[in-house]
């Protein structure tokens, strides 16, 4: 079962992740075609919208959709998300999955790792899918720099990797439709120190590994670039269609 990460308590951390990162650009390029398609009569689902700024810069870039629904089990991100989205479109914040959509768009931007049961959840996605929408899983996949460094973390605190990648999660999906992977080229950069390395892997394992984090920053040591730490990396977009 995946580790429960509260994503309001880290929330300070996953900003500097996005302040140093090229990753969001990246991905609205890549999102835009879709965002193209859903076009003001659609209905977009976020699951894990978290605080709600990531939905919301696609939306300011490409216009609000017929309506917004979104799932986030952090209470202090999904006010932030309520108040976010509802000034943009239409808002529904929904408990659960059951009898949801149908969706002509579902963005599961990096939440998928979270779930207690992936066969479960990416079969009530696809089901909440209208018959031509497309389901968006953004997951990092086993080699991706980062997920190297974050399975790294927990190895060597000699505990069981315990979140879902995109290697697990692309098998589900295909259990349901065809499944592509549009790939997301980034970079993170920061001025290296203890503490910017400890922001960035709390931020990854959600302080879950305690002490055991602070052996674990070694990890970023072969990313040395002179004073700063420069990773180039990527990850897959998976988009289900039926
Ligand atoms: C890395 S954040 C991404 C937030 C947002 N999608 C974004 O791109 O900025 C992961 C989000 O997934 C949420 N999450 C965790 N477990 C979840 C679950 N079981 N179902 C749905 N969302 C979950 C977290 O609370 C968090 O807001």
């Known amino acids: 079962m995946a580790d429960a990460v509260d994503y309001g308590e880290i929330a300070d951390d996953y900003a500097f992740f996005l302040a140093h990162s090229t990753e969001t650009e990246a991905q609205r390029a890549a999102l835009a075609p879709h965002m193209a398609r859903l076009g003001s009569e659609g209905r977009l689902l976020d699951f894990g919208a978290g605080d709600g700024a990531f939905t919301a810069g696609l939306v300011a870039e490409h216009g609000a959709p017929a309506c917004i629904a979104f799932v986030e089990p952090s209470p202090v991100q999904a006010a932030k998300a309520r108040a ?3 000034a943009l479109a ?4 929904l408990d659960g999955l059951a009898g949801a959509g149908p969706f002509d768009l579902i963005l599961a931007n990096h939440s998928l790792y979270y779930v207690a049961d992936p066969p479960r ?4 996605l696809a089901d909440a899918l209208a018959p031509s929408g497309r389901l968006i899983a953004a997951l990092l996949d086993r080699e991706n720099a980062l997920a190297r460094i974050w399975r790294g973390a927990y190895a060597a605190a000699g505990r069981d990797f ?14 349901h439709g065809a499944v592509a992977s549009e790939w997301v080229d980034y970079r993170l950069a920061f001025e290296d120190s203890p503490a910017a390395r400890a922001t960035i892997m709390r931020f990854l394992t959600g302080g879950t590994l305690g002490e055991a984090e602070a052996e674990a920053l070694a990890l970023f040591d072969r990313h040395r670039a002179g004073s700063r730490i420069v990773i180039d990396t990527r990850y897959p977009h998976l988009v289900l269609t039926r």
């Open 90 to 93: 239409e808002t529904r914040e």
């Open 121 to 124: 959840t990416v079969a009530a």
């Open 84 to 86: 976010r989205l509802a």
């Open 162 to 175: 315990p979140f879902w990648l995109a290697d697990d999660i692309a098998p589900l999906l295909a259990r």
